[in-house]
Nanobody, 115 residues
């Protein structure tokens, strides 16, 4: 089974930018949709952004205009470019890949935005 590994999290000041990466151990072409989710303590995991195999994207209202999701099927990578970060973006961010037969999660990477 394909494994997903996130990287790129860390501490960033409000207004700053960071890029998260999700590396897959195998081909991601098979996954019809991939996405980034986040979960803060005591809060349900929420969808931040997703991208289909055809390149269609979705963004949560809270991140529209600030985050950009992309996937590179040739490199088996997915990215989340995060800009104009706010303290409320502080969370653990998870990579997800799914199709009709699989629903795979990464282990998460923490992003902390200081005010």
């Amino acid at each position: 089974q394909v494994q997903l590994v996130e990287s790129g999290g860390g501490l960033v000041q409000a207004g700053g930018s960071v890029r998260l990466s999700c590396a897959a151990s195998g081909s991601i072409f098979r996954f019809s949709i991939m996405g980034w989710y986040r979960q803060a303590p005591g809060i349900q995991r929420e969808l931040v952004a997703s991208v289909t195999s055809g390149g269609s994207t979705f963004y949560a209202d809270s991140v529209k205009g600030r985050f950009t999701i992309s996937r590179d099927n040739t490199k088996n990578m997915m990215y989340l470019q995060m800009s104009s970060l706010k303290p409320e973006d502080t969370s653990v961010y998870y990579c997800n890949a799914r199709n009709f037969a699989s629903n795979i999660w990464g282990q998460g990477t923490r992003v902390t935005v200081s005010s």
